[in-house]
Structures are given as C-alpha cells and as structure tokens.
C-alpha cells in the first residue's frame, strides 16, 4: 500500500545552519505531498504542499520540490531558527484521507 | 475564527469506562478525520468521514465507534477504554477529501489507568 518514509531524528543544528528532511514515498499515480509542523502541545499545521510533479511548495523559508523520479520531497530552509524546532512531518493524500510519516523532531541551538 | 475545536483537551478514564470525543469545525468542510498519535508511531487514521452522511474505517478502528452528527460535527466514542488507548487524538477536517491538505484541532490528551 501507499506509504511514507522521512530520516528518523532527532536532528539537531545550529542557528543559521542549512536544513534537511528527507521524505520518500511509495504510490500509485500523482498524489498530492505536504509538509507539516507540530509545535510542542499542538496540532499539525500545514506548512506546505504540492500537488504535481516538479511543483515547488514553500512557506516560512521552507521549500520543497515533488520528485516524481525519485519518488521524493525534501523538506529544505536555508538558514533555521529557534523557533524552527518542532516536529515534522512528510504525507501524501490517497483515497480521501493523509497519510502520514512517523515525523522528525528538529532541534536548533541557538 | 475558531477553525476545528475538540474537547475536553485532557481525559482520565479508568479501563471499561466510556467517553466521547468531540470535534466540530465552522469551516463548512465536507470530510473530518480522527487520528491517533502515539510516540514513534506518527498519526494512525481511526475513522473518517469522507462527506456527511458516510463513515469509513481507518487503519486502527478497532474499540472506536463515530458518528457525523451533522456537517459541523464528528465524534469519536470509546465504549469500554483499555490502557491502550492511552494516546493523543486529534481531529481534523478538509474541504475536498484531503486534496488540499488538512486542518487539525489541537488534540485531546486521553491517559486510560
């Protein structure tokens, strides 16, 4: 069946530091692929989305690119915060519902 | 614009009592969701609910009955909770069947003793 796979954490850097996440996924036909963010004590929060191959979705300093030959989606910021540390988490939409990876948590030192 | 809102946000239950979740969202979506979020595990669909009027199982539905009460609202029923189902829940809603992505309430937090 569908499913996602994202680097287990945690993963700790630097301010300023360069991020990534790594998200593959396995499905048949173009689901559409998001990211999203879980501060400490709440929900999800969409952070970004792309629905076809090589759409590029970003928010906050967040990018990622649906790969439809890697069969990825990256999450990548370019230089993080503080505020940046949560948990993360890669999901594709399938047969009316998300499905979701196991998320990463992130931690930045300042 | 309160979005989806759950309550109560904490819950102990002693095991074989019984509770109901609630959820409701103003956002006039037609698909709601309950997942459940256990350390390690990532979020695990227990029901949805794809339009009013319609439920489906998700990948753990087992001890968790729903009902779409109407548009608004969804609730997730415990009838006889056991220690493993201690967890965090959430609700979540969508306009078109998930297409666009999700909003989630900010949880409820059950411990079953």
């Known amino acids: 069946g569908d499913s996602v796979t994202q680097m287990e954490g945690p993963v700790t850097l630097s301010e300023e530091a360069f991020l990534t996440i790594n998200c593959t996924y396995t499905a048949t036909g173009y689901p559409s692929l998001f990211w999203y963010v879980q501060y400490p004590g709440e929900g999800l929060q969409l952070l970004l989305k792309a629905t076809k191959a090589d759409d590029k979705g970003s928010n906050k300093g967040f990018e990622a690119t649906y790969r439809k030959e890697t069969t990825s989606f990256h999450l990548e910021k370019g230089s993080v915060q503080v505020s940046d540390s949560a948990v993360y988490f890669c999901?594709?939409?399938?047969?009316?519902?998300?499905?979701f990876g196991k998320g990463t948590r992130l931690h930045i030192l300042p | 614009n309160a979005g989806v809102t759950q309550t109560p946000k904490f819950q102990v239950l002693k095991t074989g009592q019984s509770m109901t979740l609630q959820c409701a969202q103003d956002m006039n979506h037609n698909s709601m969701y309950w997942y459940r979020q256990d350390p390690g595990m990532g979020l695990r669909l227990i029901y949805y609910s794809a339009s009013e009027g319609t439920t489906d199982k998700g990948e753990v539905p087992n001890g968790y009955n729903v009902s779409r009460l109407n548009k608004r609202e969804f609730s997730l029923r415990l009838e006889s909770a056991a220690p493993s189902q201690t967890s965090v829940y959430f609700c979540?809603?969508?306009?078109?069947?998930?297409?666009?992505?999700?909003?989630f309430g900010s949880g409820t937090r059950l411990t079953v003793v």
């Open positions: 999901a594709l939409s399938r047969d009316d519902k998300i499905i």
């Open positions: 979540a809603s969508s306009r078109d069947r998930g297409l666009d992505g999700y909003t």
